[in-house]
């Protein structure tokens, strides 16, 4: 087992350092972010750190870091309130990836990457029409962690949508059946497995798997 | 394809609310987080939300909900300030999904769960020994979240221990070759398997994957 102190993190070569603490934290979630300008020009990035804030009322967060490419995203749904949040899968993981390029201000990154925007009545942000699970939030409010200079974003889900036959009946999406996939830190791509769910677990009861 | 307006989703269920909400944001981290009381008693608890921050300083961040259960773990560092992050493994999911049992407070899920508390020199809480990867911390910062009353919680990495054959060479911890899981939800967990690593996107650049 490789023992790294603080120091020793510190002192290891920038990129090194980049790839190790990205990826330590675990499995993140794989989401394409769509904005649009008030010029009109539609945005599109991925994030990996959209988490579940609280369902009454439906929330979501996720953290934008000081980059180039993000603050498209952040001037974007600061003018516009509205910007959706679309799952990413392998049919399309390439294209999404490519959305991560430097491109200009004036350039929609659906048309360079080759990803299709789709509109709802009464919601301006595009949504990705490849994509199975798609929301469009509200901006809410934001938290400036200055720590590492980062925003944590709050939106709320105004629009669910959800491909049929990835639901179960008590609610759960099955994001395995959905092929919607993970991130392992900046450029590694998973897809997933269920092993299975369980019961709420309570103090000195066996735990109850459901599917086997 | 199924449209839930944000008034559908209040219409729900209780459950059936939490389930979709908590699931929709896509595949999160599965790591059981370690603390210790100032008497003594160890506590461990699962939590979806680790997500890395920045890594010069190398930090992270998890939300912190207001329940019981993780409020153990949230005396215990305020009061001890180290916590540990360990991630979990298919081979003992089953254990670490009952840490999420309510216990009393005197209680320790090590004991009761059956996973294996370990200790390293100048460093107060307890890792998850059957963990390939995990983290000492100490508790930097929170930040309430007024939204719903939940607290961003902001650790820095001060030990990372990682299995032998799981890191690449330019950082990368390969996260599926280590079997850590994720979560959907709050109860179904999956193993994930690498699609393919990027190199750095570029505008009109054709994307180059760098394991195929």
């Known amino acids: 087992m490789t023992h790294y102190s603080k120091q020793d993190i510190l002192e290891l070569p920038n990129l090194q350092r980049m790839h190790l603490i990205n990826t330590c934290g675990g499995v993140k979630s794989a989401n394409l972010i769509g904005t649009i300008s008030k010029t009109g020009v539609t945005n599109l990035a991925v994030f990996n750190s959209v988490i579940h804030l609280g369902s009454n009322p439906p929330m979501l967060s996720f953290m934008l870091r000081p980059t180039t490419v993000e603050r498209h995203s952040y001037s974007n749904f600061i003018e516009k309130i509205d910007f959706t949040v679309n799952h990413i899968e392998e049919s399309f993981v390439s294209e999404a990836h490519q959305t991560s390029a430097k491109y200009d201000n004036d350039i929609s990154e659906f048309k360079e990457v080759g990803l299709t925007e789709e509109f ?82 309570r103090p000195n009861q066996d735990l109850k798997p459901l599917k086997r």
Chains 1, 2 share one sequence.
């Open 120 to 201: 709802i009545e009464g919601f301006e942000a595009p949504f990705v029409k490849e994509s199975k699970i798609k929301m469009g939030c509200t901006f809410v409010n934001e938290y400036l962690i200055k720590e590492h200079n980062c925003r944590l974003i709050v939106g709320e889900i105004q629009h669910l949508l959800v491909e049929n036959g990835i639901q179960e009946k008590d609610g759960f999406l099955d994001l395995a059946k959905a092929n919607s996939l993970g991130i392992i830190g900046l450029d590694g791509y998973v897809k997933t497995e269920l092993i299975d769910r369980y019961a709420y677990a």
